[in-house]
């Protein structure tokens, strides 16, 4: 996976590490100059074995165990046996409503729901560091 200044499509953080397993919370640190941004864009690489009619993921942002934030991305049909590339842009809130890295660092949960239609295929939750 990857998140890009999606301006100019420089590469601000990056992890090959498998973060689907949904026993453990994961952790990911990231450069605060990511919040920056007015895009990122976000790019995961992902394998599947079945088809999926319609493969699609819910994110949700929690601060401090409340969720602030609730995404919604489509990517659709997927071809059993293959291996994808996803990119997806996600658009920063105005500069006014941003809370500082530091507030945020340590604090923030974001949590991947993947579907096919209703059925939930897998979840994950990663813990943002800012550093």
Not at 15 to 32: F, L
Not at 64 to 88: H, M
């Amino acid at each position: 996976m990857n998140l890009r200044d999606a301006d100019n499509g420089r590469i601000l953080w990056q992890s090959s590490e498998d973060m689907s397993n949904p026993e453990i919370e994961h952790e990911a640190r990231v450069p605060k100059k990511i919040l920056k941004c007015r895009a990122v864009s976000r790019e995961i690489n992902f394998s599947s074995m079945e088809q999926l009619e319609s493969f699609r993921l819910v994110q949700k942002v929690y601060f401090k165990d409340k969720c602030i934030e609730e995404w919604y991305f489509e990517f659709g049909f997927v071809i059993p046996g293959s291996t994808n590339s996803w990119q997806s842009l996600i658009e920063a809130a105005p500069e006014s409503q941003m809370i500082p890295a530091s507030l945020l660092s340590g604090h923030v949960v974001i949590e991947t729901i993947f579907l096919d239609g209703d059925f939930e295929v897998s979840r994950s939750r990663v813990r943002i560091y800012y550093i």
